[in-house]
Structures are given as C-alpha cells and as structure tokens.
C-alpha cells in the first residue's frame, strides 16, 4: 500500500476501489457459473459493511447477494489522514482486509445454514463465494420487506403473532441451532406483512462461547422491549436457558412450537 501513498489521494482510492470491485465482480461470476444466481440487477440495500444487490435465480425467483466490503475503504476514506500518521496501517495489506471480510461471509452463510436447518425463519442461504453470499430475498416483486423497527408495532396487523413467530425463531436459534444471534433487534427482523425473518447472522456465536449467556440476554432484552415487554426479560431468559440445557426429547408441534419434555416455551 505504502507505494500509493506518495499519489494523490483519489488516485489511491480509484485503484483501490477498481480492485475491490473486479474482485468482488470475479466472485459474483463465478456464483453465476455455479448457477447460484442467473442474472444481477441492481441494488436494493445497504448496510454497514454490505451492499445488497438483487438478482434472479435460474428459477425466476430473486435473490439478494450480500455482498461484504473490506472497511477500510470507506473507514479509510474519513479517517484517510488519521491513519496516513498510523504505524499500524502499514502493516495491513489488501489482502489481509480481504480476508478477514471473507471469513465473515463464511461465518454469516454458517450461521444462517444451521439457523435455517433448525427451522428458524431466516433466509434461505443459496450459497457464497469469496466475500458475497447469496440468500432468498424477503420481499414483494423488487421491492425489499421492511424492517420492523420501521414498521412499528402500532403497524402491525397482529403483533402477538408477530411477537410468538420471534419467540419461536428465538427458541429455535437456541435450543435446535445451538446459536446465539448476538445482534437480533428489530432493526434486523424484516416483516413481510405477515411474519417476521431474523436477518444478519454475521455476529451469531455457537453455544459455548464465552458471551454466549450476555449475547442472548441482550438479545432477549431488545426483543421484548420492542413487543412493549410482554414477559419478564429475566423470565424468558431463564426459560431459554433451561430448555436449552434440557437432554431429552424435543419435538415441534403443528403450530412450529417446540415442545422441551412435551411443553410450549410459554405454558
Ligand atoms: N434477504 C433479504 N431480503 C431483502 N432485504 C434484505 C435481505 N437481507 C438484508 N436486506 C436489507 O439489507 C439491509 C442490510 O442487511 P444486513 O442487516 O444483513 O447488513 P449489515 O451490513 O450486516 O447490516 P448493519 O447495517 O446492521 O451492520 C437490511 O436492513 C435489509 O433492509
Ligand atoms: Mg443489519
């Protein structure tokens, strides 16, 4: 990197971008070859550290590409002169950043699988490669679901149903998945005018990591407030945990609750 530090700055940044984009174009070509996804359309959302960008399957559904940038590009373009003082940027290569962006693809499209397998209403993860992962878009024709928190719970046709769908994909992430969502809000549950899909499973974390019983508090906490705290926090919480420790039969009635040693989560 240090060689384009002596060019002027938006020289740097082009070359920079032009190589992050053919990269990250070869990526999405090479999910066309295995058929992931047929046809790129265009744009449909932004996140943080992700571009959305719709496509069509060979089946004519759509699907979104979600596709992961290195920070740095647009981390470094505010912060561009903070950094040129930085020892510690030096050191950090392209391919380095890459990388690490890549191993967070992996890890969301991870984490989605196994939330999808247990029944968890997300998603369907397509599949991935480099840093963009394809997954089923939640939306009416081209036009994306909304998030919840921008809905509002006074908007909601039925919120209690809305409120048990979470509860169940909650329970399901935990006690089937053996995953802890780490980052679940309203502000990452799409509603599609009828159910609510968990989204953005990038920050899950398997049972047994060291915050896994802070992550799920928290995760429990931002749920219920947003339903205007219909239980407890601290009861659901200790509900979830001992269901999820629970070594015998779990089953999934008709209605898609679990049933731990025959019972509903809220009976
Ligand atoms: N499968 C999907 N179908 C439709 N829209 C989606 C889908 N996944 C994501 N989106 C839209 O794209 C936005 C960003 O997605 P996501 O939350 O996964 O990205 P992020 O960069 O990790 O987010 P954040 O800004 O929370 O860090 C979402 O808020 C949502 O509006
Ligand atoms: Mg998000």
Redesign the pocket.
């Known amino acids: 990197m240090g060689r384009f530090r002596s060019e002027k700055d938006s020289d740097y940044f082009k070359v920079l971008d032009d190589a992050i984009n053919a990269y990250t174009w070869a990526a999405i070509v090479k999910l066309q070859e295995k058929k992931v996804v047929e046809e790129v359309l265009g744009p ?7 571009k ?1 960008v719709l496509a069509k399957r060979g089946d004519g559904t759509y699907a ?1 590409l ?1 596709i992961f940038y290195p920070v740095p590009v647009r981390f470094v373009k505010s912060r561009y002169s903070y950094l040129l003082g930085d020892p510690r940027f030096r050191g950090l290569k392209i391919s380095d950043q890459l990388h690490l962006v890549e191993t967070w693809c992996r890890k969301e499209f991870g984490n989605l699988s196994r939330a999808h397998s247990a029944g968890v209403r997300v ?1 369907k993860p397509y599949g991935f490669y480099r840093n963009v992962l394809a ?5 009416v024709d081209r036009s ?2 909304p ?1 919840l928190v921008d809905v509002g719970l006074e908007n909601l046709e039925d919120p209690d149903h809305v409120f048990y769908e979470v509860l169940k994909s909650l329970e399901k992430t935990y006690v089937l998945a053996g995953l802890v969502h780490g980052d679940l809000s309203p ?2 549950i ?1 509603y599609d005018g009828e159910n609510p899909w968990i ?2 499973w ?1 920050s899950a974390v398997r049972r047994g990591h060291p915050r896994e019983l802070e992550y799920l508090r928290r995760d429990v906490e931002r749920v219920l407030e947003f339903f205007g705290t219909p239980i407890p926090p601290q009861e659901l919480f200790k509900k979830l945990v001992e269901r999820g420790t629970w070594q015998g039969r779990v089953d999934v009635d008709n209605e898609g609750w679990l049933l731990v040693g025959g019972r509903r989560i809220l009976e």
């Open positions: 449909v959302g932004q996140g943080k550290e992700a959305l979104v979600k998603p997954m089923q878009f939640i939306g994306p679901a998030l502000f990452n799409l989204i953005d990038g």
